[in-house]
């Protein structure tokens, strides 16, 4: 009988497989924790795991050669190794006072979150093909794993030590109260607890910036590639900020963390599976045209009510009515305007092609030769739509 490749289709089905069942378990756990599983435990919210595991089956399955598959299932699987981890040891240690089995397994694992976020790092480290840049980038590597082995063998050993000393104290969420980084008698690991967030969060940024500049660079396919990265890093960190900042309104917080959350996933799975790949201009240019309009139309109506409320004093919902018109019949011209501005700067191709089609448009006005029209007409398509092949027929007289 044969063994099983790692990086094998039939690896990846294991793994699925494992997942899906820690994704399971997450339900009957949280139950027993009696916390709400969306909230997520020690960790982030199990959806967040499955969403990176997803897209890394999916890559690993149709790319089995790319190693960010792998690293996304990596991941998904310490995460939610973490968030079940998270919900046992609050059922066992501050719910039971240590009387299920395995809590102490359980207590071990839970700091998985730190390979999880290491995974997160390397994916941008190794976009979009699961290699280094360059050589000169093995140093950022090296930098990279040594923290984080550090932390992740600190907090096994002082898991050990208070497992052995029976004095297991854990908080809401499941994080043992001694890996805080400011519990007395652990000075070394109060050292190391306030180095490796820093650390890993300035690798994070360099590897961006990374990319940043190779995105200056690059050409083609891997331009495009880097456009879906980027859009998807700045999406992640506006919805994760805009979740932080709105926490007094959850349903609006929770819609704005989940979009950030999922952005990274989707983003990486569509830039190396190439699918729709050329679509990333349209979108990032309708995004910003809309959010600039919806700005707009805000402030003018906003503005609008207050003239007519605050000013002349008209307190009716005539007052109301006329702004809300008012900001209606303003929707389609300001659109096209702004669209017309956004494309000219990060959709030019398309920008370049009206504009292609616009002179063509005028040229034909004054176009009395047939031949001259086709070769023209041909010339404009060409450029307008860059086809592979092109030909023109002429209905005869």
């Given amino acids: 009988m044969g063994s099983i490749r790692l990086t094998s289709r039939a690896a990846c089905l294991v793994i699925g497989g494992v997942l899906l069942a820690l994704f399971a378990a997450a339900v009957p756990l949280s139950g027993l924790a009696h916390q709400n599983m969306n909230a997520g435990g020690g960790g982030v919210p199990v959806w967040v795991s499955a969403a990176f595991g997803a897209a890394g089956f999916v890559l690993a399955w149709r790319r089995p050669g790319n190693a960010l598959g792998w690293i996304m299932l990596a991941g998904a699987f310490f995460g939610a190794v973490t968030e079940d981890a998270s919900y046992y040891t609050v059922a066992d240690y501050g719910l039971r006072h240590g009387d299920l089995p395995l809590g102490g397994v359980a207590l071990l694992a839970q700091p998985g979150w730190a390979p999880a976020i290491v995974c997160f790092g390397l994916l941008l480290l190794l976009f979009p093909d699961g290699r280094l840049p360059a050589a000169r980038w093995q140093w950022l590597v090296g930098v ?115 979009i950030g959350f999922l952005a990274v996933p989707v983003s990486i799975g569509v830039a190396v599976l190439r699918y729709r790949l050329f679509d990333i201009d349209r979108i990032v240019s309708r995004t910003l045209a809309y959010a600039i309009v919806t700005g707009l139309l805000v402030g003018v109506y906003a503005g609008l009510v207050l003239l007519t409320t605050e000013v ?86």
């Fill in 144 to 258: 990279y794993v040594t923290v984080a082995l550090v932390w992740i063998t600190g907090a096994i050993v002082i898991t050990a030590s208070v497992l052995a000393s029976h004095h297991v104290r854990v908080d809401s969420s499941g994080n043992l109260l001694q890996l805080n980084g400011n519990t007395s008698g652990y000075g070394w690991w109060n050292l190391v607890q306030n180095l490796f967030f820093p650390l890993l969060l300035a690798c994070w940024l360099v590897s961006l910036a990374g990319q940043a500049l190779s995105f200056r660079r690059s050409s083609g396919i891997r331009r495009q590639q880097l456009k879906w990265l980027l859009a998807g890093s700045a999406v992640a960190l506006v919805g994760i900020a805009l979740g932080i900042l709105l926490r007094g309104l959850p349903w609006l917080s929770g819609a704005f963390g989940a």
């Fill in 312 to 397: 002349f004093g008209f307190h009716t919902p005539v007052a109301v009515a006329a702004s809300t018109l008012a900001a209606a019949a303003l929707f389609s011209p300001v659109r096209r305007r702004v669209q017309r501005l956004v494309d000219r700067r990060f959709n030019r191709a398309r920008y370049d092609a009206e504009a292609t089609v616009a002179a063509f448009a005028d040229r034909l006005k004054d176009a009395v030769n047939v031949d001259a029209a086709r070769d023209d007409l041909a010339q404009t398509v060409h450029e307008a739509l860059e086809p592979a092949h092109l030909s023109v027929w002429v209905s005869p007289r």
